[in-house]
């Protein structure tokens, strides 16, 4: 199985601060990754996929990159409504298998 | 609109079995699979397994592939996950989420969960 890894597993900002989650595989999965935002009680939203690709209606603050084995989310002014927690996501190889979760609150 | 309805809560005993149901609308339903994702209390996301809406194939996660049966019922646009012989570490919010046959694995739409608790 795909084993993913996510750094930091919790994290305190500023509203408006630049806020960057890693996501690590410990294969190649190419692009093959995922970003969901999940908010307590709620079910995941889907933010970003295929490493880079914005989901429609997601706000423009929300970027993603990487390849291969290590990727990053990437939010540009942290706004109240981002708290919550991200997960990544691969599809390279069944298993589907997620990240632990990044926890994301204000400082 | 897309939307992913789930059954509702319940309570099961040890050894028990649970059947979740998830019914689809606003699209076509046999043009993607119905994928189940499991998430403990204060835990992360533990995906269980995937059924082809379309041909009613059917793909497990090892770690539950003795236990869980997923079906679905294209006349109602319905998925079904039957998890058996519960234990108490099998309390979880279970999730249905929708994938198009075909494309990458991305789940672009949700049910709302269902709890299961397993208590004695």
């Known amino acids: 199985d795909v084993q993913m890894t996510q750094s930091p597993s919790s994290l305190s900002a500023s509203l408006g601060d630049r806020v960057i989650i890693t996501c690590q595989a410990n294969q190649d999965i190419s692009n093959y990754l995922t970003w969901y935002q999940q908010k307590p009680g709620k079910a995941p939203k889907l933010l970003i996929y295929?490493?880079?690709n914005l989901e429609t209606g997601v706000p423009s603050r929300f970027s993603g990159g990487g390849y291969g084995t290590t990727f990053t989310l990437t939010i540009s002014g942290l706004q109240p409504e981002d708290l919550g927690t991200y997960y990544c996501?691969?599809?390279?190889?069944?298993?589907?298998?997620f990240g632990p979760g990044t926890k994301v609150d204000l400082k | 609109q897309v939307q992913l309805v789930q059954s509702g809560a319940d309570v099961k005993r040890p050894g028990a079995s649970v059947k979740v149901s998830c019914e689809a609308s606003?699209?076509?339903?046999?043009?993607?699979?119905i994928h189940w994702v499991r998430q403990a209390p204060g835990q992360g996301l533990e995906w269980m397994g995937r059924i082809n809406s379309n041909s009613g194939d059917t793909l497990y996660a090892q770690k539950f592939e003795d236990r869980v049966i997923m079906t679905r019922d294209t006349s109602i646009s319905t998925a079904y996950m039957e998890l058996s012989s519960l234990k108490s570490d099998d309390t979880a919010m279970f999730y249905c989420a929708r994938d198009v046959l075909g494309g990458g694995t991305v789940f672009d739409y949700w049910g709302q969960g269902t709890l299961v608790t397993v208590s004695s």
């Open positions: 295929d490493a880079s």
């Open positions: 996501q691969q599809h390279d190889n069944p298993p589907i298998t």
């Open positions: 606003g699209f076509t339903f046999t043009d993607f699979y």
